[in-house]
């Protein structure tokens, strides 16, 4: 529990932080007339003893950015940015911090607060299972790479893991533009790529300027933390078809959705030669969500990936080509069944292997799974018994409702 006894400064939010880092915390969520939550592991509580002001809320958003920043919320925008503190002489700790204007329990211009850990260092692609033909893919000369989930489904880190081993491994020069900075890559030691990263708007004033610029800083690899705007995703198309290797995350989903996601931010006129574009210059799909693992203390990522070859790519401009029969979604899951790894295949077999809780599994199957799912359930509950991570509640329960 992080107590507040006094007003709730900047300094008491560093205390909250580290109080943060030490449980493991995802999110630390500040909002006007609230107590402090913490989510974890997908579990959201309170964490403090008494609730901070709308005025403190005000104050701390003002010390951490400018003075300008609850006129920014107001005004119907939104802010993130990146927050540092430190723990030791040694060790410091850094946060992507996003700003948002709520309705308050008193008035209509509360603040919300939520600050996110940035981990140290990236982890190897190996350390948390990425398919080796997926990070092969940033191997091509040009084209580019999605990476696509859901909120804090851990896409940045997945690309992130991807460069470091690049970074270490091989003589290229990779730019980044992020908002914010994530992984500090300038940290990895015996690195061998010349690495550049850039925020936005600190270094650049958004990512379409960021774009434009980026061509004539001579990459081999451009890695945009998220396309989000039609003209940011067109010059995107353009810097992968002129002989850059680009990666970049989408929110969507599923993989199936990764494509129609972005074809969907520009206008109907603009989407049949952004649909031929695109599909020239796909090289790989990642999706992935995480789930909390049986002793629901971590969580276990399933994916679904597809790396497009140039079959698949000639395929797929076969049946564009072919005009309204054309369906981007369909050729994306027949490119999987084919060539990649399906999410209930993924599911079924972390399932399997006891890397799942079964709660987690039987919500998701009620969506993506079949009625035989109920059945895999059934047969994995004397071990997850064994294993201690159910009671004999939690047995009789799902006997009874299987």
Do not use: C
């Amino acid at each position: 529990m992080i107590e507040i006894h006094n007003r709730f400064t900047r300094d008491q939010l560093d205390t909250s932080l580290k109080w943060a880092v030490k449980h493991a915390v995802n999110d630390l969520i500040i909002e006007s007339g609230s107590p402090l939550w913490a989510k974890k592991n997908g579990v959201t509580s309170p964490v403090s003893n008494r609730p901070v002001s709308q005025e403190e809320v005000s104050q701390l958003l003002q010390d951490l950015y400018l003075a300008s920043g609850p006129d920014h919320l107001t005004k119907g925008k939104y802010l993130r940015f990146a927050y540092e503190i430190l723990i030791n002489i040694d060790e410091k700790h850094r946060f992507r911090v996003t700003a948002t204007g709520v309705k308050s329990e008193f008035n209509d211009n509360g603040i919300e607060l939520i600050f996110r850990p940035f981990p140290k260092m990236a982890p190897q692609p190996d350390e948390i299972g990425l398919p080796r033909e997926f990070v092969d893919s940033f191997d091509s000369d040009f084209g580019v790479v999605f990476v696509s989930g859901p909120t804090g489904s851990g896409k940045s880190t997945t690309i992130a893991s991807t460069l470091t081993e690049r970074i270490l491994s091989k003589n290229e020069r990779i730019l980044t533009i992020e908002d914010p900075i994530e992984f500090d890559f300038k940290n990895i030691p015996n690195r061998i790529a010349n690495v550049v990263q850039s925020e936005v708007p600190m270094h650049l004033i958004d990512y379409e300027t960021s774009t434009a610029n980026s061509l004539r800083r001579s990459p081999d690899i451009i890695f945009y933390s998220e396309v989000r705007e039609a003209s940011v995703g067109q010059e995107l198309l353009r810097v992968a078809n002129t002989g850059h290797l680009v990666a970049t995350t989408l929110h969507a989903n599923t993989a199936e959705m990764t494509l129609p996601r972005f074809v969907d931010m520009f206008e109907f006129g603009q989407r049949p030669v952004i649909t031929g574009d695109l599909i020239e210059s796909i090289r790989g799909i990642l999706n992935q969500r995480l789930f909390r693992a049986p002793d629901l203390t971590s969580r276990t990522a399933v994916r679904s990936w597809v790396v497009f070859s140039q079959s698949i790519r000639d395929e797929m401009y076969d049946k564009y080509a072919e005009g309204s029969s054309f369906r981007l979604k369909q050729q994306v899951a027949k490119a999987i069944k084919d060539h990649g790894l399906s999410f209930i295949d993924d599911l079924r077999a972390k399932f399997n292997d006891g890397q799942i809780a079964i709660s987690d599994f039987a919500r998701a199957i009620q969506s993506v799974g079949e009625p035989k799912d109920l059945r895999i359930i059934g047969s994995k509950l004397d071990e997850f018994m064994d294993r201690g991570f159910i009671d004999d509640n939690d047995y009789k329960y799902w006997k009874r409702n299987l």
